[in-house]
């Protein structure tokens, strides 16, 4: 009898695991049919993306600034944007902020924008989870059911406990040492150096350049053209009766100390081909957020200003210093085509041991339009891995690239940013003179060597001498080995 009863409680206790196992499996599977359908209908329908050309995309910008290039870029990014429902949006946010960039899809989690830590996609909307927040406050002029309130280059994943923390308060900076009040970090779940008060809240660091200019976007993409909705400004004064986000002044300083990174770029490149149909043109364009708002104090009522930028002066090629320079960077060895089907292609770049190589970022230039294929942050410990170090304390950092990763020319480039400015670039079977990103108006330096279709595999082209700019080819590639 005893037997039969421990039978019937082990019976019980399978059919109710199996009964959690199968609800789970049904969640898992219209989540990722959603998914599919949604991808479904983003290649069915993108032919031919006026956003997949960044060049060309922002080609009616020529000679505009204030807000003469304001009201360009409002016309360029609201021309055929699409828009989505809310509950899409969840969808959206699956492959948009995946944690794992490489794979979106199959990647389980995604990433709080508050505290960078990975929650599980099924975890959505539960209070232990995470759910959708708005960086511009729905308060401040997004009305539900209108396309503001669910643009994607406004929301991001967040921990829900510190979402309601943050509520719809304005960006900015606090400090113990001025405000008694701030509150360090801003929610015990969120990172580590972030803040808040009453007003304020300050984001981690590594996100505030982004989250700023999700906000220069959603100031130049929306102007009240939407029956009840506000036409969105930014200010040193943020008002909800008028629409106004905050703080300018902050905003500005983020989006100079924090140049957009490689997995922003990639998100900027999806929400245009696979959902959105248009850009972020200051992640794409980092240079028009001084030509809209300027560089010094920015006014008090919400408006633009007229760039307080100096006088413009003749782009000439970046110098590249002395090996022996502790605050040198350059592109050193690379390999891009080779006999057959192109192999072992990498990019491998010199960091000097007083640069931080988060600050460092390498841009691919396509010869043919001159303008960026593809950004590389040698930061990202997925992309670069560490080599050698030289003997004057310079790191050696490559990054291997699939086949055709890098194009073959003619006239490709590699430029090479340090805090967003340009301090190498070279180019190879030919020279160009880059018409966007950061190099825009920079004439690159020819390698004066080649690989071709007849070069064997295995080999690549290298820098022998930075300061006369020598290179050399080299029948066996050296990655991550200083170059001989």
Same mark, same amino acid.
């Given at each position: ?16 695991? &199996? ?82 960039? /490489?794979?979106?899809?199959?990647? #389980? ?8 830590? &990975? ?7 539960? #209070? ?66 972030? /803040? ?59 989006? /100079? ?32 957020? /001084? ?8 006014? &008090? ?9 100096? #006088? ?77 170090? &030289? ?94």
């Amino acid at each position: 009898m005893e037997e039969d009863t421990n039978s019937q409680l082990f019976a019980a206790q399978s059919v109710r695991k &199996t009964g959690r196992m199968l609800r789970k499996l049904r969640s898992q599977i219209r989540m990722c049919w959603r998914e599919f359908l949604m991808r479904c209908w983003t290649h069915i329908s993108q032919d031919g993306l006026p956003c997949e050309s960044v060049s060309s995309y922002y080609a009616p910008l020529a000679g505009l600034k204030g807000q003469a290039l304001k009201t360009k870029l409002h016309d360029i990014v609201a021309k055929d944007a699409r828009s989505f429902s809310y509950a899409q949006v969840w969808d959206a946010l699956y492959i948009l902020d995946a944690a794992d960039t /490489a794979n979106p899809t199959a990647s #389980p989690d995604v990433i709080d924008i508050y505290s960078k830590r &990975t929650f599980p996609k099924l975890a959505k909307g539960l #209070p232990t989870g995470w759910n959708r927040e708005h960086l511009w406050p729905r308060s401040y002029g997004l009305p539900d059911g209108t396309p503001q309130f669910t643009d994607l280059h406004n929301l991001r994943p967040a921990d829900t406990n510190v979402n309601s923390s943050r509520g719809n308060k304005a960006f900015g900076e606090c400090s113990r040492e001025t405000d008694a009040t701030c509150l360090i970090p801003a929610n015990r779940e969120a990172g580590s150096d972030t /803040a808040a008060n009453r007003e304020i809240w300050t984001p981690p660091g590594e996100v505030r350049g982004d989250i700023a200019r999700a906000l220069f976007y959603m100031a130049v993409r929306y102007e009240g053209e939407t029956p009840g909705s506000k036409d969105l400004e930014l200010s040193d004064e943020p008002s909800i009766e008028r629409g106004q986000m905050g703080r300018l002044s902050t905003l500005l300083k983020w989006h /100079a100390a924090d140049p957009p990174s490689a997995s922003e770029r990639l998100r900027n490149d999806r929400v245009c081909t696979m959902y959105q149909k248009n850009r972020n043109p200051f992640v794409d364009r980092p240079e028009l957020v /001084a030509a809209i708002w300027g560089t010094g104090p920015p006014p &008090t009522n919400g408006g633009s200003s007229e760039p307080r930028l100096e #006088p413009s002066k003749p782009q000439t090629p970046p110098k590249v210093p002395a090996s022996n320079q502790p605050g040198a960077v350059w592109v050193n060895e690379f390999h891009y085509n080779n006999t057959g089907r192109d192999e072992g292609e990498f990019i491998e770049i010199l960091v000097g041991a007083n640069v931080d190589p988060r600050d460092v970022v390498v841009y691919l230039y396509n010869g043919a339009d001159r303008g960026v294929y593809r950004t590389l942050a040698v930061g990202d410990g997925s992309l670069f891995e560490k080599g050698e170090v &030289t003997s004057g304390g310079a790191t050696l950092y490559v990054c291997q690239l699939p086949p055709n990763g890098l194009q073959n020319g003619p006239a490709d480039g590699i430029a090479v940013t340090v805090g967003g400015r340009v301090v190498d670039f070279v180019s190879y079977d030919g020279t160009l003179t880059a018409a966007s990103g950061p190099a825009e108006g920079l004439t690159s330096t020819p390698i004066e060597v080649r690989e071709s279709e007849q070069t064997e595999k295995g080999s690549s082209v290298g820098l022998v001498d930075a300061v006369k700019k020598l290179w050399q080819v080299f029948r066996q590639a050296t990655p991550g080995l200083r170059n001989q």
